[in-house]
């Protein structure tokens, strides 16, 4: 995975860059020995590493607007970290860039329940968040499996989402405002407490920009009820083909379940293994379907799942009888990716979305790949919203493999692009699908993404080398001033 050119001038600079970042944030704030900063190389993505310039910590908004208003002056780039989960490389480091780490940032402001949300800083956890209200039986809704550890201001940038999506929406449905700092040190705020804001959808705009255009420095989340019932129902097909085209029915219907999840057998075994949660492990394909709200609608829907399960050959149909049944069903698919590490040294997991309808066309299709390169592939992924997540088995130690892995993993992900789907649906596209982007959009289109850029970061200061297949500057899309002839930026690196 091919990284934007080193700039000489900008590391020679180091011993200053960091003296000027000990001034604004003092103490141990900024980390910039090798040994401190090595848990910094990489993310989630971890096939993937660099070493950054330096770290910095800053705890406090002013502290934020003071770094990058530094950086927009000195033409520093800049990397947002968030918990460093990212699947797609988005908060990799860049080596002559600063990593701006917002893991201080993790305190819950305020809890309003009149209003129904929270103010949370971006460290907060996303799971912390239903923590801090679920006594008064309210809760976050987005829940990606990693929620114990991901934080909501990486939500944002993402625009995470979870198993409970398909129903209650990503992290763009259930987000009211956010306060940001511009890359010159501005800071303002997006949308509020309010349920619309006037103007522009700037907010949505924000929302899975990945660190591109600013830096999140708190988060206003939208709070829900608990539902009064809600019970799992756990679906076991002799074939992956019957479980996708039971997830097609249920939402033909006219049933939104609160979660719709698919595994196949080699990710059921592995998910067993690991949590017990009482799984049948014939199954070539594993549904769990949730079910919530008043008692009465719960055990009509209940039966209707299982009714239309049966019509597609289910051979395992169980239903959850308390609470403690209900968590330990979801146990298994929320354990189901450090699971597949038993199995395997390394894997990567992939994020492209296809309609529900072809979700039978892309399983088989799939396998017929993995065959191909010789690797071999477990499904684990939100079949309700059709947003897969293939997990691709490899050793990251043999050069060869990783990249047999990279091309098997573009494959399918142009395999999702081919059947109407797109390239993620929560993930975001960092690095790991920066150089897909063309199979998607246009170069029109990717101009017209890259116009938005350059009013927020004219300079190609925040998060370089991500999401964009090559680097445009603001120039070449109608901003380019020539001088006595000259054209300025001859010899841009294209990457």
């Excluded at 074939?239 to 939104?256: F, K, L, N, Y």
């Amino acid at each position: 995975m091919e990284m934007p050119p080193l700039d000489p001038a900008i590391l020679a600079r180091r011993s200053e860059i960091v003296a000027a970042l000990r001034a604004i944030v003092q103490g141990e704030g900024v980390i910039d020995d090798l040994d401190g900063m090595r848990p910094y190389e990489c993310d989630a993505l971890s096939a993937y590493r660099q070493m950054p310039l330096v770290v910095v910590l800053p705890e406090t908004v002013d502290q934020v607007a003071a770094i990058l208003r530094y950086c927009q002056d000195n033409k520093v780039k800049v990397v947002p970290r968030g918990a460093g989960t990212s699947l797609s490389g988005g908060s990799m480091p860049v080596g002559d860039a600063i990593l701006l780490a917002m893991g201080k940032f993790n305190r819950v402001l305020e809890i309003d329940y009149a209003n129904r949300c929270a103010r949370v800083q971006p460290g907060v956890t996303n799971l912390g968040v239903t923590k801090a209200v679920e006594h008064e039986g309210f809760y976050y809704a987005p829940d990606p499996s990693s929620q114990i550890a991901c934080s909501i201001g990486g939500n944002v940038a993402e625009n995470s989402g979870g198993v409970h999506c398909l129903k209650y929406g990503l992290t763009t449905n259930n987000l009211l405002g956010i306060e940001m700092v511009l890359m010159n040190g501005e800071v303002v705020r997006l949308g509020g407490k309010h349920l619309d804001a006037g103007g522009y959808d700037l907010l949505g705009l924000m929302t899975g920009s990945e660190g591109l255009l600013g830096v999140v420095t708190e988060v206003t989340v939208r709070l829900l009820r608990k539902p009064s019932t809600a019970r799992a129902v756990l679906l076991g097909f002799p074939t992956e083909a019957g479980a996708a085209d039971c997830v097609a029915a249920v939402i033909a219907s006219g049933i939104i379940p609160g979660g719709m999840e698919m595994m196949d057998k080699e990710a059921t075994k592995c998910a067993e293994a690991y949590v017990g949660a009482g799984y049948p492990l014939d199954a070539e394909g594993l549904l769990i379907v949730e079910l919530d709200g008043p008692p009465v609608e719960v055990d009509y829907l209940v039966e209707r799942v299982a009714e239309i399960a049966r019509g597609r050959g289910a051979t395992t149909i169980r239903v959850s009888h308390d609470e403690q049944e209900r968590v330990l069903f979801w146990a298994g698919r929320k354990a189901a990716f450090p699971a597949v590490g038993q199995i395997s040294p390394d894997y990567m997991c992939l994020d492209g979305s296809v309609p529900r309808g072809k979700l039978v066309e892309v399983l088989a299709e799939m396998r017929v790949l993995s065959k191909q390169y010789g690797l071999r592939v477990v499904n684990v992924f939100h079949a309700g919203d059709g947003n897969l997540h293939p997990l691709i088995l490899f050793d990251a130690n043999d050069p060869a493999e990783l990249k047999r892995c990279e091309e098997l993993g573009a494959d399918i992900l142009r395999l999702c692009v081919r059947v109407g789907g797109v390239l993620t649906g929560e993930h975001g596209v960092g690095i790991e699908k920066r150089d897909l982007m063309g199979v998607q959009f246009t170069e029109i289109d990717l101009d017209q993404q890259m116009r938005v850029k350059c009013a927020f970061d004219p300079d190609h200061l925040l998060n370089p080398g991500k999401v964009f297949p090559k680097l445009r500057r603001c120039a070449e899309l109608g901003r380019l001033v020539v001088t006595q002839n000259n054209l300025p930026f001859p010899d841009i690196p294209r990457f």
